[in-house]
Structures are given as C-alpha cells and as structure tokens.
C-alpha cells in the first residue's frame, strides 16, 4: 500500500509539468496558433527559474522567472506568425531549436549549482491520512495548480463570453473580425498566455521535480505535451488525465528498475516516448473523430484586409 501511493505520487509530481505545458498549448490551439517551441521554451524558461533561485532563494521569485522568460519567447513567435504570418511549424521548430541552444551555451555555469533548502509541503490533518496522505495531500503547491487551472479553464473556455470569443477565433477568425473582434490581439495574448504556462513547466522541472540544471533537461516533455493536446482532443480535463497517464508511464520505469527488473535500462527510459507514439498511431486511425474536435482554422494564417 504504501510503494502504491508513493508511486502515485510520484505519478502526480511527474505529469505536472506535462499538464502544464499542454495546457499552455491548448489555449494557444483554441485560439488557431500551433506552436512547435514548446521544448526550447520550456529549457530556456528551466534555466531561468533555476538561476533566479540559486541568485535570491525564492521559489516563487523562480517560478515568476521561468512564467516571464517562456512569454518573452513567445512574443517573437506571436509577432511572426500573426502579424507576419510566417509558416506556424516552420516558426515554432526555429524556436525550438533556438531554446534548446540558447540554454546550453547560457547554463554552463550552472551545471555544478545547488538550490538552497526547501521546505517540504503538506496540508495539514489531510497529509495525515493512510494512503492518501502521502498520495495526495504532501505535493508542492503547483500540483494543485495546475489541477485547479485545468478546471478553470474548463469553466473559462465553455460558459464565458471570453472563452467563446477565443474558441470562435480559432474556429473561424473571418467571423470573429466581422463581429469586430480584434483578432490579431486576441491570439496574441493566447500566445502570451501560452508561453508562460510552457515556463511554468519548464521552471517547475528545474526547481521542484529535478532541482538541478543539466543540458537538455526537459528530455522531450515539449513534445508529449505538443502530442497530448491532440491526445486529449483540445479538452483541459482530458489533457490533465492524459499527462498524468504519461507522468505514471515515466515512473513505472524508475519503479522497475528499482526492483531489478531485467530490462536494459533503454528499453525502459523509451517508454515514455513509446506510449506516445502509440498513442498517436490509435489517435490517426480515426482522422474524422480529430476534424471534428480540432479548432477549424489551426496553423492556418489570418488575414484582415482580404
């Protein structure tokens, strides 16, 4: 019972930054923006919030870090593809590739850096209690987070005006203009938005779930998050379930190998990626069920004077 609720737990803690970073992805594909810079973003934001507390102490203060530099990636990539309208995917992976580049050559001198002390989290009575305590109630305070944001945004995108306004942008930006929307700034701030969901992931990596800084640390979490949104056909409860399926994958190898399963340590490490693939190939084998969840005009560019 309690390797069951530990490896729960575990579970929770792993799939948080996945729940995130997706999350951040589906409101900028809600608004018709497909954004393949999720992995460079989440590297150079992991960097920063990792440099900010190693300089101040201060988890939040990193965190913020983290939330600012994956906004500040993401403006170029709003300003090119939606005032520009630079190809989506072509734009996206030239800001991946910038992440990931741009945080090795800037994080060298953190590699041998420790974070300071930090004091352990747990609701109190609640933390207490056998097998849910230590499965639920003694997880740092973004878990919780990143659950409550999936159900606001729920709440956000399905019964308000705001959420009907954006998810119209991303069905049919033609209409939304007509309508005297501001289109261009609408997917802007999605963008924006976006971006500083995929820092907060990047940030929590660094901080809490791995506190170290190492080249490439993110190790594809971009990428499944890119994967889940399809995988959760744009819905925030099915994207959070998804991640931590994903987060439950990733810990099932660290458990196997802790038992001595005869496995090569690859095969298992693979498993993560393996699920997604597969995943993806039972997700294709039904293209019509994706056209009818898929935001209508996703990638394609906006063009208000024609």
């Given at each position: 019972?309690?390797?069951?609720?530990?490896?729960?737990?575990?579970?929770?803690?792993?799939?948080?930054?996945?729940?995130?970073?997706?999350?951040?992805?589906?409101?900028?594909?809600?608004?018709?923006?497909?954004?393949?810079?999720?992995?460079?973003?989440?590297?150079?934001?992991?960097?920063?919030?990792?440099?900010?507390?190693v300089?101040?102490?201060?988890?939040?203060?990193?965190?913020?870090?983290?939330?600012?530099?994956?906004?500040?990636?993401?403006?170029?990539?709003?300003?090119?593809?939606?005032?520009?309208?630079?190809?989506?995917?072509?734009?996206?992976?030239?800001?991946s590739?910038?992440?990931?580049?741009?945080?090795?050559?800037?994080?060298?001198?953190y590699?041998?850096?420790?974070?300071?002390?930090?004091?352990?989290?747990?609701?109190?009575?609640?933390?207490?209690?056998?097998?849910?305590?230590?499965?639920?109630?003694?997880?740092?305070?973004?878990?919780?987070?990143?659950?409550?944001?999936?159900?606001?945004?729920?709440?956000?995108?399905?019964?308000?005006?705001?959420?009907?306004?954006?998810?119209?942008?991303?069905?049919?930006?033609e209409?939304?203009?007509?309508?005297?929307?501001?289109?261009?700034?609408?997917?802007?701030?999605?963008?924006?938005?976006?971006?500083?969901?995929?820092?907060?992931?990047?940030?929590?990596?660094?901080?809490?779930?791995?506190?170290?800084?190492?080249?490439?640390?993110?190790?594809?979490?971009?990428?499944?998050?890119?994967?889940l949104?399809?995988?959760?056909?744009?819905?925030?409860?099915?994207?959070?379930?998804g991640?931590?399926?994903?987060?439950?994958?990733?810990?099932?190898?660290?458990?196997?190998?802790?038992?001595?399963?005869?496995?090569?340590?690859?095969?298992?490490?693979?498993?993560p990626?393996?699920?997604?693939?597969?995943?993806?190939?039972?997700?294709?084998?039904?293209?019509?069920?994706?056209?009818i969840?898929?935001?209508?005009?996703?990638?394609?560019?906006?063009?208000?004077?024609a």
């Open positions: 019972m309690e390797q069951s609720a530990l490896l729960f737990a575990a579970s929770l803690n792993s799939g948080t930054a996945l729940a995130l970073a997706a999350l951040g992805l589906l409101i900028n594909e809600r608004a018709g923006i497909v954004n393949l810079g999720a992995e460079g973003m989440m590297l150079c934001a992991a960097l920063a919030g990792f440099a900010t507390v300089h101040t102490g201060s988890m939040p203060l990193g965190l913020l870090a983290g939330m600012l530099a994956g906004a500040a990636l993401a403006a170029p990539l709003g300003w090119l593809t939606i005032w520009l309208n630079t190809n989506q995917y072509a734009t996206g992976l030239a800001l590739l910038f992440g990931v580049g741009f945080s090795a050559f800037a994080g060298t001198a590699v041998q850096a420790k974070l300071p002390e930090q004091a352990q989290f747990a609701v109190p009575l609640l933390s207490e209690l056998p097998w849910f305590g230590p499965a639920l109630f003694r997880q740092h305070p973004v878990v919780y987070l990143a659950i409550a944001l999936a159900l606001a945004l729920v709440w956000w995108l399905y019964r308000t005006r705001a959420g009907l306004v954006l998810r119209s942008v991303g069905e049919s930006p209409s939304a203009h007509a309508l005297g929307y501001p289109v261009r700034w609408i997917r802007f701030a999605a963008v924006l938005a976006g971006g500083a969901l995929c820092g907060l992931a990047g940030a929590y990596v660094s901080t809490v779930y791995t506190p170290l800084w190492v080249e490439g640390m993110i190790a594809g979490k971009g990428w499944i998050a890119l994967a949104t399809t995988f959760a056909t744009w819905r925030p409860t099915r994207v959070l379930l991640a931590y399926l994903f987060g439950a994958v990733t810990m099932v190898q660290f458990h196997l190998q802790g038992q001595g399963v005869n496995l090569p340590s690859q095969a298992l490490t693979m498993l990626y393996l699920a997604t693939i597969l995943v993806l190939v039972l997700i294709s084998r039904n293209p019509r069920w994706i056209r969840n898929m935001p209508a005009s996703l990638g394609k560019p906006f063009y208000p004077g």
